[in-house]
């Protein structure tokens, strides 16, 4: 692979923002603390009311110029550590648009028709989670961006009990949705609620509480293919790269546990499987938190994956069948995950250096599930270079190991 061939690739950087949001029906409203939660009979919720926490729209933002958040979730090396990852969620920041949503909408969208329950899909028993995963999600959307979404409400029972977490109780239940800046109007009524949530934000994955304590993936609008881990309680927000090989049919209907297994998860048994399961029994709603990484894929990673659709889950390769194609093409990066030039990248102070020490923490088997060896040898020694023009231009200092991660 030449210098200029990849330089011409897109870093893939955590943040499609994917809200795997595992807030349905029965977690949206606070559950009754009845003594401790381990006590709690497995499976079992007792909705409560709920208020969304006040937050202001925000009246000047502009979906046609507001840049991206340039998330940088790697640290410095040697050291690598095997966490959950999470960090607080800001009630006010639940979905974070910028200038590529549009773009992302027109593929989403395009996808989700074309590929069917291969991309959008609710299991039985999951569709009043998805009908108020939906509900929230527009509510807050239409008042976070009154520009971009715009809500139409019924009263059907005279207001009782015909709210949400936002407007309160007597506030109609919302029956429209608009996209405003491509005229597009979901209706509740008639459209497919994860596939209008899935549509009108990040793509989302439901996961609902057994009887056994197992969370399930339940249902779920996964348009844009990747290597995320629906890391979901009540309410977590994943700010993460979905490249990769993370397809919803390999997924639905499985345990967290085995949704990690399958993926490979570096160690998932040893370090992770009990502090999730763990974690997501006690989070509690009005603790949202939200993960970042990255992945140096492109959207569905084509030269690394092969076909999407004759992709082999248990080995994260093309099935055996179809090795003898023998050469794939990459696909147009345009989905809405975020992508960065790693040229531009090497221009911020002190991400260079960051970056290749972040890169050379990776264990083997990091480095495995990212394709290491496909960049690598090219693109170390050019962070390097570029970390030591810093160094001798004064724009940064050669100790300084200042952590801003996410940024």
Known sequence: MSSGTF??????????????????????????????????PLGEWIPQDFEYPPFEPLLDFDIHTTSPIRYRPFRWGPKYNVTMGIRPMSWESWIELDNTYLETYKIKKRRAFERGSKAVCTLPGAEKAALEVCTELTSYLAKRYPQVFRVTRVHDNGGLGEGDSIVGKGGGRIKTVEVIP????????????????????????????????????????ICVPGEGIPNSSWFVKLIYSYAGFWRLEDKIGLPLKQIHLKGGVYQYREKLELSLDRFFRKLPLEKPVLRNNIDPDLAWATIHHGDEDKFDQSTHTPRPEYLQDGHWQPPNPTTETYFHPITEMMEEPGVPGRLAAAIRSWPEPIGEAKAKDLFAE??????????????????????????????
């Not at 390097?384 to 952590?403: F, L, P």
Request: charged fraction near 25%.
């Open 378 to 407: 090219t693109l170390l020694p050019l962070l390097d270079e570029q970390h030591q023009k810093q160094i001798i231009s004064g724009i940064i200092k050669e100790d300084d190991r200042a952590d801003y991660y996410p940024y």
């Open 182 to 221: 491509v005229g597009d109007i979901w209706d509740l009524d008639k459209d497919d609620p994860m596939l209008v949530a899935g549509l009108l934000s990040e793509d989302l994955g439901i996961m609902i509480e057994g009887s056994d304590g197992q969370y399930y993936l339940r249902a779920g609008s």
């Open 7 to 40: 330089l011409d690739m897109l870093f893939v950087l955590g943040s499609l923002a994917v809200a795997f949001a595992a807030w349905y029906y029965f977690k949206c409203k606070k559950t009754q603390q009845q003594g401790s939660e381990n006590e709690r």
